[in-house]
């Protein structure tokens, strides 16, 4: 891999200078966050402001809701940290070790889909289902629900798939650690959100 | 060295990912407690932003960066963020005169109601 050198080189454009010193994968994937954050914010925002300008928001979730997100939170915060062990064991150059943390992080996120789906049809079939029914609009507070949780279901759906192309083909030697540690930075930034989306739409909505 | 500068990582995502529990715990018993809705928002909100500044400066690395990287992409996300968050004084404008226009609506039809002003119907209004 080679580097300009601008020692007596004015010409930045002339290529092969790596922005930030950062890895070209790397440096898209932050691009990439940076953009996704502003969808979720995009959709947080119909949420809370829908919210704000409704006189009669329920608050539908009761303590088993709150007992199933809060361990859906749980197994999202972990196979983050099982995550970041996976890029450092990565970075050691130990990929058994990695694949074995990948395939932690996998199960996180398997958990955590299942846990989102069973949740979803007790809300289906408790209160109104996500499929618009003839002549019947979603109320907003499930329109924005299935929304918000929707968008993030399908991120983490997306990154067990991304784990499982880069976890299963690491060991046999075709990803180096850049591609783990690219990886990682997208499973975290699927935590990420969702320490936004828990907050604000399961426990600003708890039935006391 | 790269074992000990591994241990040591390693202990300090271990000790991040306690405080983020013990944030998420927190969090889940003051959805129990009855406090004003406006404080419990800027509580939750509060322990949100922490926790996601904990996730991207130690697990996504973003602590370890260079100053310039970060000062590229932190403002400018936020920044956007905000912009969209300037709507919201105008959540309250229509919490405030939707029962009006509604109440118009349903006295002389929808057609008045949907053009009022809300400058004019403060005018108009007694209180």
Sequence with gaps: ?208 | MSEHAEAHGNKANFIVWIVLLALTLVEVILAYIHLDQMLMLILLMGFSIIKAVLIIAFFMHMKFERLSFILTMVPATVLTISLICVIYPEGYRVLKFLPEAEKKAAEHGPAEAGHGDGNKDAHDSDH
């Design chain 1, 1 to 208: 891999m080679s580097e300009a050198s601008l020692d007596g080189n004015t010409d930045l454009w002339s290529g092969g200078v790596k922005p930030f010193t950062m890895n070209s994968k790397k440096f898209g994937m932050w691009l990439f966050i940076a953009a996704d954050s502003i969808t979720f914010a995009a959709l947080l925002f119909a949420y809370s402001y829908a919210r704000l300008v409704s006189t009669d928001w329920t608050t539908p979730f009761n303590f088993s809701s709150i007992v199933l997100s809060s361990t859906m939170t749980f197994c999202l915060l972990s196979s983050s940290l099982t995550m970041v062990l996976a890029v450092s064991a990565s970075a050691k150059g130990d990929r058994k070790k990695t694949f074995l943390w990948i395939l932690a992080t996998m199960g996180g996120g398997i958990a955590f889909t299942a846990l989102h789906l069973y949740e979803w049809t007790h809300i289906w079939g408790h209160h109104v289902a996500p499929v618009l029914a003839a002549n019947k609009p979603l109320p907003m507070i499930w329109a924005t629900f299935y929304g918000c949780t929707g968008m993030h279901m399908l991120h983490v759906s997306i990154g067990v798939g991304y784990l499982a192309i880069v976890g299963f083909q690491y060991p046999g030697g075709k990803f180096k650690a850049i591609d783990v540690e690219v990886l990682g930075l997208y499973w975290h930034f699927v935590d990420l959100v969702w320490m936004f989306v828990f907050p604000l739409i399961y426990l600003l909505s708890t039935r006391i």
